[in-house]
C-alpha cells in the first residue's frame, strides 16, 4: 500500500488542491448541461417536490404561489455592456437561452424578436443568454443576421445557467425558454425551440396576471 493510500480520510486537502476539485467540479457540471445542447426537449428536472407542472404542449408551468426566484443573472453582454436581470423587476422577463452554433437557435430567432416588438410596450422584457460561443462576436454577427434587437448576457463556459437550482424550472437544454414574472419568480419553461404561436402562449397567462 503506498503512502498515499495509507494517508486518513480526513486530512484537509492543500489550497491547490481545493481549487483544482471545485474547477473540475463546476466543469463537469456545465458539461453535463451541455451534453443536451440542441435538443428538442428535455427532462422535467430537478428531482423530489418541484412544485411544477409539465403541459401536453412540453411547457412547463408553477401556479403563483409556488414559484422559485430567478438566481442572480448579470454580467457582461455580448456587445461588452453591463445588464442586471433584476433591474427588469416589476416586468415579465422572457429568458432565452440560446448559441449561434445551435440550428433550433436560428429557428426561432426571428420569431421571439416579433413577439418581443409585438408586446415590450406590454411591460415584456426579452434577455439572452448566450453560451458556448467561444467569440462574442459570433453571438454579435447572429443578432445582426436575424435582427435580434434584445441584449443577451455573454455566457460562453454556461457558469450562469449554474445558478439555478436543482428541482426549479431551470434550463437543461439549448435553445430552452424561461418567464419569469413581474416579482422575478420563474413561471413557466420550456426545453424545445418555439414557434412565435407557441412563445405566445407561453407568455400569455403570465402577461393576464395582476
Known amino acids: 500500500m503506498s503512502a498515499a493510500s495509507r494517508a486518513p480520510l480526513c486530512s484537509t486537502p492543500s489550497i491547490r488542491s481545493r481549487r483544482a476539485a471545485l474547477t473540475t467540479a463546476a466543469g463537469t457540471a456545465v458539461a453535463a448541461l451541455l451534453l443536451s445542447a440542441c435538443t428538442s426537449g428535455g ?27 430567478a438566481p442572480d443573472l448579470s454580467g457582461d453582454t455580448v456587445d461588452g455592456k453591463q445588464l442586471d436581470v433584476a433591474d427588469y423587476k416589476g416586468k415579465i422577463v422572457v429568458l432565452n437561452v440560446w448559441g449561434s452554433w445551435c440550428s433550433p437557435c436560428r429557428a426561432e430567432a426571428p420569431g421571439f ?3 418581443y416588438q409585438d408586446l415590450q410596450a406590454d411591460g415584456v422584457q426579452f434577455v439572452g443568454i448566450n453560451t458556448r460561443d467561444t467569440k462574442a462576436a459570433n453571438a454579435v ?35 430552452s425558454t424561461l418567464v419569469i414574472d413581474r416579482e422575478g419568480k420563474i413561471a413557466a419553461r420550456s426545453l424545445a425551440a418555439l414557434s412565435e404561436e407557441r412563445l405566445r402562449k407561453m407568455i400569455a397567462p403570465v402577461l393576464a396576471e395582476k
Not at 45 to 65: Q, R
Not at 147 to 167: A, E, H
Open 43 to 69: 427532462t422535467a428536472g430537478g428531482g423530489g417536490d418541484t412544485n411544477f407542472v409539465m403541459g401536453k404542449d412540453g411547457i412547463s408551468t408553477a401556479e403563483k404561489g409556488e414559484r422559485a426566484a
Open 113 to 115: 424578436q416579433k413577439v
Open 141 to 175: 454577427a447572429f443578432d445582426k443576421q436575424f435582427g435580434v434587437t434584445y441584449p443577451s448576457l455573454y455566457d460562453p463556459t454556461g457558469q450562469l445557467m449554474l445558478r439555478f437550482k436543482k428541482g426549479t424550472l431551470n434550463p437543461q437544454a439549448i435553445p
